[in-house]
């Protein structure tokens, strides 16, 4: 009785401990779904179920690719992945397993047929009786579960066999929602990426289009602003017929009032000089407004012109002669040779009187515009100096950008200096700005002089 009873103790005491090895496997596995650490779980677990003292799982990843996902002990990991790559033609004894589904022994490695891939890892990890256990889920077989012994060979009863197949059969479960687990990670991150990527792709495509569409309205503003150029010069030549009309017929007053004053003798008098010589003035002061108007309203686009530069500045002089009058003062230091280039006459007023007119926005009160120029071999010299408010250096950098303006709003389109940079180019010239803050601005302008 007592055998018995010690006996029917040692197997209640056999299976209380499995019960608690594979309780604690089950709890485990239940808390993560980690497909690493329940791989790792699974084969340290089966290991101490079983009593043996390596194990190892290989995961299949197509019909004839094995992964090795876990051994106990656990492998180093930093081991590459390409070590941890296997084929099932090197395996024969997995993919029986795997085949057959059903588990494989190996009672003695060293009377077994292996073949030299399976001799390479026995004799590397010293293994003798080798156990397979396939992890079957439904009708699809996950991978296989490998246990081994180290030291001596081992036989196993049926009946741990078949437990550790049901418990193989039951960890599948887990192994495959892992697995769904990480392929869905591996999804999520992939879609995050593209996400991303695209995202990135769009933001760098609106910024293109943003560009592209600045550019376009830019183009857009600078047509505006040249058909209205177009439109004033219509306007002003239409003006400067109309005021032509009447200086002739002043003019010819004046001629017959002196010589009706000569005939009678009584241009001698002062007083009658004075008003006629007033008369005189103001009709060359007219006429010579009307010829500058005239200049700049021409339209055309021919660049083939002699423009003679002198003429040009004098007469943007004259147009703009009743803003700076009364407060500044023009110094003008031409060069003795009249400077000629070849280009549009129109339109080199235009740059001037653009220059010409900053110069004079930028002096509050009094002040002095000083024009100089000169030749260099084939470079005609343009400069126009100011002792106005300057320009910051942050601005100066952007002065030739259309629309930028330091004016007050309504006082200024910030075209003027953009379509003269352009008009400049458009002569195969430069135009350069130097500036300092409460000290004044020149304006160099150099251009090709017609041989």
């Known amino acids: 009785m007592k055998n018995r009873s010690s006996v029917i103790s040692n197997g209640n005491s056999h299976s209380f ?55 106990t002990p656990p492998f180093d990991t930093k081991m590459p992945d390409s070590l941890r790559k296997a084929y099932l033609v090197d395996h024969p004894h997995i993919k029986t397993a795997i085949s057959t589904r059903k588990p494989l022994l190996i009672p003695d ?16 990890r010293r293994l003798r009786s080798l156990l397979f256990f396939p ?60 996400v991303e990527k695209r995202t990135h792709e769009l933001k760098a495509v609106n910024e293109e289009l943003r560009v592209i569409n600045e550019q376009l309205q830019n183009k857009n503003n600078l047509i505006i602003q040249s058909e209205k150029m177009a439109s004033l010069g219509i306007l002003t030549a239409g003006v400067a017929h109309e005021i032509n009309n009447p200086l002739n017929f002043i003019m010819g007053g004046y001629t017959g009032l002196k010589n009706e004053l000569e005939l009678h003798n009584l ?13 005189r003035t103001g009709i060359e002061r007219a006429s010579a407004i009307v010829s500058g108007l005239n200049q700049l309203s021409r339209d055309n686009d021919n660049y083939e012109e002699n423009c003679d530069l002198h003429a040009i500045l004098d007469n943007c002089l004259t147009i703009l002669q009743n803003r700076y009058s009364k407060r500044i003062s023009i110094s003008k230091n031409y060069n003795k040779e009249i400077l000629f280039t070849k280009g549009n006459t129109g339109k080199l ?24 120029t000169n030749v260099n071999d084939s470079i005609l010299g343009i400069i126009i100096k100011d002792n106005g408010c300057g320009i910051s250096a942050e601005n100066l950098k952007k002065v030739f950008d259309p629309f930028f303006t330091t004016k007050d709003p309504g006082k200024g389109t910030g075209l003027g200096l953009s379509i003269s940079h352009s008009i400049i180019e458009q002569h195969k010239g430069d135009l350069q700005i130097e500036s300092t803050i409460n000290k004044g601005t020149k304006v160099l302008i150099h251009l090709p002089k017609t041989m």
Request: charged share 25%; aromatic share 4%.
């Open 17 to 71: 401990r499995e019960l608690m090895i594979i309780t604690k496997i089950s709890q485990s596995v239940i808390k993560t779904l980690d497909y690493e650490e329940i791989l790792q779980t699974i084969s340290d677990g089966m290991s101490e179920l079983l009593e043996i003292e390596t194990a190892a799982i290989y995961i299949l990843e197509s019909a004839q690719k094995l992964h090795l996902g876990a051994t």
């Open 109 to 124: 490695t060293k009377t077994a047929n292996l073949t030299p891939t399976e001799k390479e890892i026995v004799e590397m």
């Open 135 to 194: 992890f079957l889920r439904g009708k699809k077989v996950l991978g296989v579960l490998i246990l081994g012994t180290c030291k001596k060979s081992k036989n196993y009863s049926e009946s741990q066999i078949e437990l550790g197949q049901t418990i193989a059969n039951q960890l599948s479960v887990a192994i495959q929602n892992s697995q769904l687990h990480k392929d869905l990670k591996k999804y999520t991150s992939n879609l995050e990426r593209l």
């Open 267 to 279: 241009n001698k008098d002062k007083r009658i000089s004075v008003f006629l010589k007033g008369i």
């Open 349 to 372: 007023h235009q740059v001037f009187l653009n220059i010409i007119s900053n110069a004079i926005d930028s002096i509050e009160q009094s002040g002095e515009i000083q024009i100089d």
